[in-house]
């Protein structure tokens, strides 16, 4: 059965649902309480907005008679949102409904309990995707723009997996008031490079020739710091690339949400394991707020785990994650050599930049897997200059892509 909703419903539907505080379960957010905290944000550095605009819309390649979603938070970066929305009215696609994130205060409140309460998850859920899934619907395009906290739900991902918009995932920095200028300043710097003089061509072409590598293996982690891994790719294994363009023949194309969503700036391969051949240890510097955590795997899960400091508190975690959360849902090998500066893999855009090496944990349905997180979020884990083997084929070396 089609249901069929006009432009004037969608819009008038929108309207209301753009003012997110008054959904139900929303606490509400004096004005005052949101100039405060825009008060104590550093100043963001000046951007090429103009250049960084035509980049998004190239990417998404709109066709004429598209229509557009867009979030943003009003005073981040605003006038990337307007110079993205007119390029689209210029290129024919009409309306764009622009919504707005949650005031920082709201969102950093609720991002107080991490991970989040799984009853309070399924409710939000079924309220914004009751608001905004017919807006979803009726669209082609849909536009997460940067902010500077997020609340702890998965609204977007499951707004685009019930659609069958396309995305691009813009997010830049957050949790500014937590970063020095300086740092703030050289990152966004590094950003701004690196989606504005990518070669995507080249790293397309660079992705494929890793996953003609890795399809069919075993690959081998190690690290000098102790971590031993040995897990299998399947033959017909899942991957993303995470090239930079996001056309609608590619949408069309899509095996999973993952597939019809873009990340700017570019640089992941992500792909799903066989997690049931996993076998031999993990460490990383730091999971949660433990440091030195070592994870034992054997036939295929986490078996046992140690910290050197706060293990009572990580086992806790550890637990809240779920049963999945002990299986690995997804590898990702960082690949643009723009991402890249001085500083560990996980502070510099997620772990794209070549030669970074992220194993998540658990939850990976976004990307097409059966993992599913009673929190809805995997664990990130990033193993510091690990090597990956994959056969006999050495594809990182101590943190360095080879070829």
């Not at 309306?95 to 994130?101: M, N």
Request: charge should be neutral; hydrophobic fraction near 40%; include cysteine.
């Amino acid at each position: 059965m089609t249901t069929e909703v006009s432009r004037r419903r969608m819009l008038s539907g929108m309207a209301i649902a753009a003012a997110a505080v008054s959904l139900p379960g929303q606490a509400s957010t004096s004005m005052q309480g949101v100039a405060a905290s825009a008060a104590k944000r550093p100043e963001l550095p000046a951007i090429n907005v103009s250049a960084i605009a035509e980049r998004m819309v190239q990417t998404l390649q709109p066709q004429p008679g598209e229509r557009a979603v867009m979030v943003f938070e009003p005073s981040y970066y605003p006038e990337l949102a307007e110079a993205v929305q007119l390029l689209f009215y210029d290129a024919k696609v009409h309306p764009v409904v622009r919504l707005v994130f949650e005031p920082t205060t709201l969102a950093r409140n609720e991002s107080k309990r991490w991970p989040p309460d799984p009853a309070v998850l399924r409710q939000k859920h079924s309220e914004w995707l009751r608001a905004l899934q017919p807006l979803f619907n009726e669209s082609d395009i849909f536009l997460w723009m940067p902010a500077d906290v997020l609340s702890p739900d998965r609204r977007w991902e499951h707004l685009i997996a019930n659609s069958r918009v396309r995305s691009i995932h813009f997010h830049w920095l957050d949790d500014l008031d937590k970063l020095p200028p300086e740092e703030i300043r050289t990152l966004s710097s590094i950003y701004e490079r690196a989606l504005l003089e990518t070669d995507y061509k080249e790293l397309s072409r660079r992705q494929d020739e890793l996953i003609a590598a890795i399809r069919g293996h075993s690959l081998r982690i190690t690290t000098a710091s102790g971590t031993d891994l040995r897990i299998r790719v399947p033959q017909d294994a899942w991957f993303h690339k995470n090239d930079g363009e996001m056309s609608l023949e590619r949408a069309r194309r899509a095996r999973a949400p993952r597939d019809r969503e873009m990340e700017l700036p570019a640089g992941a391969l992500r792909f799903i394991p066989d997690a049931s051949s996993a076998e031999g240890g993990l460490m990383v510097r730091k999971m949660f707020d433990s440091e030195d955590v070592v994870l034992e795997f054997k036939n295929g899960g986490v078996t046992t785990t140690s910290a050197r400091t706060n293990e009572e508190e990580f086992r806790a975690t550890f637990q809240r994650y779920g049963d999945v959360a002990r299986e690995i849902g997804e590898i990702v090998l960082g690949t643009n050599p723009l991402l890249a500066g001085d500083f560990p893999c996980n502070r510099i855009y997620n772990g794209y930049g070549s030669g970074c090496l992220r194993v998540s944990l658990g939850h990976n349905w976004e990307s097409g897997g059966p993992l599913l997180s009673p929190v809805e979020w995997p664990i990130w884990l990033f193993p510091e200059q690990a090597t990956v083997v994959a056969g006999n084929k050495i594809l990182v070396d101590r943190g360095r892509l080879v070829g």
